[in-house]
């Protein structure tokens, strides 16, 4: 068996390339960012760090059992998983899909918008939210804490028109331009 017979039987089994391994194949990109921590996420987690101590002390000065304090703690528990969420995004042959995972392990698809569905691809301006609520648009914001620029995707689902605000990674941006070269804008 000579050494051609070798390689291609290599890659035979081995059909994926380099580029492919690491999360991208042809008008496949796949995306995962960390969500960001709102005000309200803060507050959630002030709540899950002082009540506890707050029932401890209660606990302590009522002569409450501390076999009570149990339930608070997985309460608190509960609550600060809650808050870390990261999101998922999936654009496979024009098709963009976003996940919510949160804690690491519960994964729930937030939304998916179809090539047909989408309008316009751009980059996102906050200026640009009040107007799009004040003309009844929906914005749903799932960009991360990286350090990507966000784009937004305006688009038309069962008649209603929608924005969604995502990281705009370099991959997936020149992923969407090839794919959606009408409906995507540089500068507006």
């Keep these: 068996m000579g050494k051609g017979n070798k390689l291609s039987l290599g890659l035979a089994l081995f059909p994926f390339s380099r580029q492919e ?12 960012v ?11 987690q002030l709540f899950a ?11 302590y000065f009522l002569a409450i ?15 600060l998983n809650s808050v870390d969420r990261e999101y998922e995004y999936l654009y496979l042959s024009g098709s963009f ?14 939304i998916e918008i179809s090539p047909e569905e989408i309008l316009e691809i751009q980059p996102f301006r906050p ?19 990286g350090g990507n620029r966000s784009y937004c995707i305006l688009f038309q689902k069962q008649g209603k028109k929608q924005v969604l ?17 009408g409906k995507f804008q540089e500068e507006v």
């Design 34 to 44: 960390k969500g960001k921590i709102e005000a309200k996420d803060k507050g959630i």
């Design 97 to 110: 899909t976003v996940d919510q995972i949160i804690h690491r392990g519960k994964r729930k698809q937030m």
């Design 165 to 181: 605000v995502f990281d705009g990674k370099d991959s997936l941006l020149k992923e969407m331009k090839l794919q959606a070269r």
């Design 127 to 145: 200026e640009r939210e009040e107007g799009w609520k004040r003309e009844g648009i929906s914005v749903l914001h799932v960009e991360g804490l």
């Design 65 to 79: 059992p501390f076999i009570a304090l149990f339930p608070v703690l997985f309460l608190s528990y509960y609550l």
């Design 49 to 59: 760090v002082f009540f506890p101590l707050a029932f401890l002390v209660l606990c």
């Design 21 to 32: 391994k690491e999360g991208r194949m042809e008008n496949y990109v796949e995306h995962l």
